[in-house]
């Protein structure tokens, strides 16, 4: 009964400080579970079909230059969605090795080439054609069929 006397502006804090606690929590959890090596749990090592680009003069080389699509993942360390997507990234690079080019992209270490390509939200995904003519850019999570089958449909 307390709580519905209370001021409009009481209550407001009172959620917004659940909902501040919630949401700290969810991403701690989902940090902790990116910690997590899957492959320290099978014992098994594989080597990781995805590459990474860090800066504008491996551009040119890995992507402009390139003679297969390059599908360019935007994502940040700390995003959960991009923590979420990156398995379904590792997967397509295996499944599409020699007809797509997987290639992540950290946007706090390529300032330059998310400024480049547009990014302001993450995860983004941009195909960019063979010989850099040409984008297709897709953002947030995707499951793995999802992504399949935008990759499909973008590089025909």
């Known amino acids: 009964m307390e709580f519905l006397l209370m001021s409009t502006v009481a209550k407001l804090f009172i959620v917004g400080a659940i909902a501040l606690v919630v949401t700290f929590g969810l991403y701690r959890a989902s940090r902790n579970l990116g910690d997590i090596n899957p492959m320290s749990l099978t014992g098994a090592a594989a080597a990781s079909e995805v590459g990474h680009l860090t800066d504008a003069s491996d551009h040119k080389a890995e992507v402009e230059d390139s003679t297969i699509p390059v599908l360019l993942d935007f994502h940040a360390t700390w995003c959960p969605p991009c923590q979420m997507l990156s398995p379904h990234i ?41 010989g850099g003519k040409g984008q297709i850019k897709e953002i947030g999570y995707k499951d793995l069929s999802e992504l399949k089958n935008w990759i499909d449909k973008s590089i025909k």
């Open 90 to 130: 590792e997967e397509v690079a295996k499944q599409y090795k020699g007809k797509v080019k997987v290639l992540k992209v950290d946007v706090d270490q390529a300032k330059k080439l998310a400024a480049k390509y547009g990014v302001n939200r993450m995860p983004t995904l941009i195909i960019v054609l063979p």
